[in-house]
Antibody, heavy 118, light 107 residues
Framework: QVQLQESGPSLVKPSETLSLICSVS????????WSWIRQPAGKGLEWIGR???????SYNPSLKGRVNMSLDTSKNQFSLKVTSVTAADTAVYYC????????????WGQGTLVTVSS | DIQMTQSPSSLSASVGDRVTITCRAS??????LGWYQQKPGKAPKRLIY???SLQSGVPSRFSGSGSGTEFTLTISSLQPEDFATYYC?????????FGGGTKVEIK
């Protein structure tokens, strides 16, 4: 059973960088895809991007080049950075596993609320 | 981007009712569609993948159908624990995109 756990600051100031880590247990990040998805309060889900076990990435153009994802295979973690944040980036952020056999996300973290405010 | 139009946005139904939710894709996504259930304060849970494959452990009253641009999620007999918000997700091409959600409420 794969388990994912998001961690990082819950409060970020406008114009600064949001940084989150997803710790994976019960499986290796050396296989499969790993995504970040967010959800503003009371709204729908938005896919932020995905990183493959090789390190290749795909990002949602809606975030206008502000996103970077990376892997740390030694810690079995992957990370998300969103630069130049505004209040519009306030959301619950989820990390997910996307099986390498061409399926949508199956395992999700519990989510972490990040608020952008001064 | 592929737009996923989900309908209805909300519905009221009674226990035992048959419920159908629809997602329309703005272009052909083959069968690269998943359905998710989300309860308040919780992460989404995958119900269906590949448009019609039931996720292990999910009750058989849930079913999915469709391919190309039209997809449906059906709950054959609504149970109290099924009151939640449901989302479709296309993963045929980047960026992955979700439908707007359907909130299923108690009548």
């Amino acid at each position: 059973q794969v388990q994912l756990q998001e961690s990082g600051p819950s409060l970020v100031k406008p114009s600064e960088t949001l940084s989150l880590i997803c710790s994976v247990s019960g499986g290796s990040i050396s296989s499969d895809y790993w995504s970040w998805i967010r959800q503003p309060a009371g709204k729908g889900l938005e896919w932020i991007g995905r990183i493959y076990s090789s390190g290749s990435t795909s990002y949602n153009p809606s975030l206008k080049g502000r996103v970077n994802m990376s892997l740390d295979t030694s810690k079995n973690q992957f990370s998300l950075k969103v630069t130049s944040v505004t209040a519009a980036d306030t959301a619950v952020y989820y990390c997910t596993r996307d099986p390498n056999r061409g399926e949508p996300p199956d395992y999700w973290g519990q989510g972490t609320l990040v608020t952008v405010s001064s | 981007d592929i737009q996923m139009t989900q309908s209805p946005s909300s519905l009221s139904a009674s226990v035992g009712d048959r419920v159908t939710i629809t997602c329309r894709a703005s272009q052909d996504i083959r069968n690269h569609l998943g359905w998710y259930q989300q309860k308040p304060g919780k992460a989404p849970k995958r119900l269906i993948y590949a448009a019609s494959s039931l996720q292990s452990g999910v009750p058989s009253r849930f079913s999915g159908s469709g391919s190309g641009t039209e997809f449906t999620l059906t709950i054959s007999s609504l149970q109290p624990e099924d009151f939640a918000t449901y989302y479709c997700l296309q993963h045929n091409s980047y960026p992955l995109t979700f439908g707007g959600g359907t909130k299923v409420e108690i009548k």
